[in-house]
């Protein structure tokens, strides 16, 4: 019976175990086993692990980059700065709020949002397409060096950058303008993205997704109190339209917070040449009766996309300054924002996004994020031509 026994186990060892997977433990950290060096010492960690890359592969080493994109000094006095189509840019400020502050983090929390992403592992599942490997060179510039001191410096730092950036020669021949993409910050920032845009495209029809019009007369979300106060994140598209920068076909989506005058609010956002779709139409209209709404009217015009991140309700993204329940969820503007292809969009930005706010899910900077690359898609699916000398 020994016999019998010792003969099956004979056999069993013999067996060729050709699927079995050779499992191997490292040896205790910090020491090899055969020389027991330390492998943190050069020629000992050559000798154990050989040749390890250590400048690819992670998500989190390095500069913190929007989707891990190249960081360019676009801002730098050096002429001879590489070349892109496409750039991210930060605009830290937050000092013209009328309700919470924190937006200055906001490009921050943004990119941190979006680390999750990268060029080469972000084909859409929907349409089988990578945005980032198409004919566009897409960087990011970091952020725009703004004062916290003085509204009026930053905003003309704000500016300059504007035009310093979309000023820089483009990667491609045919192409010749680069777009910017700009992460906000409070919503007065896109004030100084529509004034390079119009130097560089002339006027353009603004899709404004927001909960609130911020179009307000300086005279009354200011107070009349001073210039200065009068400039702030509901008045810039008031500003916009008087100093000629938009269109008279431009449009919100998504507004539902209350106005301050019955309806005199309400005129003179018609007056500032905007029409409307508020966040409960989608009930009646759906997502795509809301793109196609949003498309009809800004027709074949040159296009700037504003996307305040409260248009999503509060349960969606917390993380901001001015928040109004009520709001459409995250699915739902990606979709809205997906059925605008087509467009000549020149310009865009995701703005009031204040991380201190969030959860710890950060669920308003992945949001946030993931409405940038939206409009990063929409921005490499149509190249636009110049028309302005």
């Not at 676009?74 to 840019?89: G, H, Q, R, Y």
């Not at 060179?137 to 035009?163: M, R, S, W, Y």
């Not at 603004?206 to 009349?224: K, Y």
């Amino acid at each position: 019976m020994l016999a019998q026994i010792c003969a099956v186990i004979s056999y069993l060892f013999s067996l060729p175990f050709c699927h079995a997977r050779n499992i191997v433990f490292p040896p205790i950290s910090g020491f090899n086993e055969d020389s027991h060096q330390n492998v943190l010492d050069p020629a000992a960690n050559q000798k154990a692990f050989g040749n390890i890359d250590v400048s690819t592969g992670s998500a989190f080493s390095g500069l913190t980059t929007f989707a891990n994109l190249p960081h360019v000094r676009c801002l730098s006095a050096d002429a001879e700065v590489e070349k892109f189509d496409i750039a991210f840019m930060g605009a830290p400020f937050d000092t013209a709020v009328t309700a919470r502050p924190g937006a200055r983090f906001g490009p921050t929390g943004i990119r941190q949002g979006s680390r999750r992403m990268a060029p080469d592992a972000a084909w859409n599942i929907y349409t089988g397409e990578n945005s980032f490997l198409e004919w566009a060179k897409i960087v990011d510039c970091g952020d725009a060096p703004l004062t916290f001191l003085d509204n009026t410096v930053a905003l003309k730092q704000l500016d300059a950058a504007h035009k310093i950036v979309s000023g820089r020669q483009s990667n491609s021949t045919e192409f010749t303008i680069p777009r910017i993409i700009t992460l906000g910050g409070d919503h007065t920032t896109t004030l100084s993205a529509l004034r390079s845009v119009y130097q560089r495209w002339g006027q353009v029809s603004v899709i404004h997704f927001d909960s609130h019009l911020d179009t307000w007369d300086p005279e009354v979300l200011g107070g009349g109190i001073s210039h200065y106060a009068g400039v702030n994140h509901g008045t810039f598209l008031h500003i916009a339209h008087e100093e000629g920068l938009i269109r008279n076909t431009s449009i919100h989506a998504g507004i539902r917070a209350p106005v301050m005058r019955p309806t005199g609010d309400v005129r003179n956002d018609m007056r500032c040449g905007f029409d409307m779709v508020k966040a409960r139409d989608i009930d009646k209209i759906g997502i795509e009766g809301v793109a196609r709404k949003l498309k009809e009217r800004v027709g074949a015009s040159k296009v700037y996309i504003s996307v305040d991140i409260d248009v999503l309700d509060p349960a969606f993204a917390p993380a901001t300054g001015t928040a109004e329940p009520g709001g459409w969820t995250s699915r739902e503007l990606l979709s809205i924002l997906d059925g605008l292809t087509g467009l000549e969009l020149v310009g865009a930005d995701v703005v009031e996004v204040a991380p201190i706010y969030d959860n710890p899910g950060e669920t308003t900077t992945l949001a946030a994020a993931e409405v940038a690359h939206s409009l990063l898609t929409l921005m490499v699916q149509q190249p636009v031509k110049s028309t302005v000398a």
